[in-house]
Nanobody
């Protein structure tokens, strides 16, 4: 099995930056894709950015050019660098691991709050 531990959330003013980290442990070789999702109050959870084991990335349209997902395979850690943050980025951010075979696992979530 795979365990995910997130860190790096917090409160920031609009226009500021934050970096989220997600450390994976356990059966690392079983991970096909790592990603970040977010859920704002009253809204559905949505994909923010994903990165495959081969390094292919995908971004939600509203974060393109502002957020960057990266992966350190030596540390089994995925990062989300968030720049030019907007109040509408406020949400709980979840790390996700998608395993070969289709199983999807989640971290505990970290709160990101952007004040105007």
């Amino acid at each position: 099995q795979v365990q995910l531990v997130e860190s790096g959330g917090g409160l920031v003013q609009a226009g500021g930056s934050l970096r989220l980290s997600c450390a994976a442990s356990g059966s690392i070789a079983s991970i096909y894709q790592l990603g970040w999702y977010r859920q704002a109050p009253g809204k559905q959870r949505e994909s923010v950015a994903t990165i495959t084991s081969g390094g292919l990335t995908n971004y939600e349209d509203s974060v393109k050019g502002r957020f960057t997902i990266s992966r350190d395979n030596a540390k089994n850690t995925v990062y989300l660098q968030m720049n030019s943050l907007k109040p509408e980025d406020t949400a709980v951010y979840y790390c996700n691991a998608r395993l070969y075979g289709g199983i999807s696992l989640w971290g505990q979530g970290t709160q990101v709050t952007v004040s105007s």
